[in-house]
């Protein structure tokens, strides 16, 4: 079964430039979630989509971020633009719902590096 | 906002040692889980507690859910270097069709051979 795929791995762009990362889920699954790990600490939650509807973006800064999931399958994160302080892993993960006997497990990608120069 | 603590932060050890690793909040939880993440790589399930006191057993590793589901902790024993990682503790809630996760900002793990 392939995993969550994510591009590009790695990213170097200056400040005030945009960037876009992409998401691919494994298929099937009904959650997708952005995360960013800043070096060192654990993943902070960006946006939650349940198919192509957003359950969760409270934290995200919307002034520079933004986020779709086409037809409810792929994602893209755009950051525009780009901060200093944003330099950091994004992690995007899938899941299944909650229907059947679910424990919650997320699959999360490798991550697409960010630095912000 | 609902925080988990993990403690500590840091830690390194000799191999063949014990260790634990403590995950608290002040909110209760449907569920808990720990992953393990290591560098380049995003985060790995290792195992999900549901039940108050419950207690889980993966070989070296053994998870405990606190009674009260607020806490959990991971206990390691004789530590290997292939242990090394940072260890994410995640509070699990369900509503909407999908599940949301909290993390703790994890316990950096170095076992030296």
């Known amino acids: 079964e392939a995993g969550v795929a994510q591009s590009p791995r790695y990213k170097i762009i200056e400040k005030r430039q945009s960037v876009a990362f992409w998401c691919n889920p494994i298929?099937?699954?009904?959650?997708l979630y952005w995360y960013q790990q800043i070096l060192g600490q654990g993943p902070k939650l960006l946006i939650q989509f349940q198919n192509n509807g957003v359950v969760d973006d409270s934290q995200l800064p919307k002034d520079r971020f933004s986020a779709e999931r086409l037809k409810g399958v792929d994602s893209t994160l755009k950051i525009q633009p780009a901060k200093l302080e944003d330099s950091a892993v994004y992690l995007c993960?899938?899941?299944?719902?909650?229907?059947?006997?679910?424990?919650?497990?997320?699959?999360f990608g490798e991550g697409s590096r960010l630095t912000v120069l | 906002t609902q925080l988990l603590e993990q403690s500590p932060q840091f830690l390194s050890i000799q191999e063949g040692e014990n260790l634990t690793v403590y995950c608290n909040s002040s909110s209760v939880f449907s569920s808990l889980q720990w992953y393990r993440q290591e560098p380049g790589e995003g985060p790995v399930l290792l195992v999900t507690v549901v039940t108050g006191g419950e207690v889980k057993k993966l070989k070296r590793l053994t998870f405990q859910f606190g009674d009260a589901r607020k806490d959990s902790s991971l206990h390691i024993t004789a530590a290997q270097p292939g242990d090394t990682g940072l260890y994410l503790c995640a509070g699990v809630r369900s509503g909407a069709g999908s599940y949301q996760l909290t993390f703790g900002k994890g316990t950096k793990l170095s076992v030296i051979p």
């Open positions: 298929s099937g699954h009904a959650t």
């Open positions: 993960a899938s899941s299944f719902g909650t229907s059947g006997r679910r424990t919650g497990e997320l699959f």
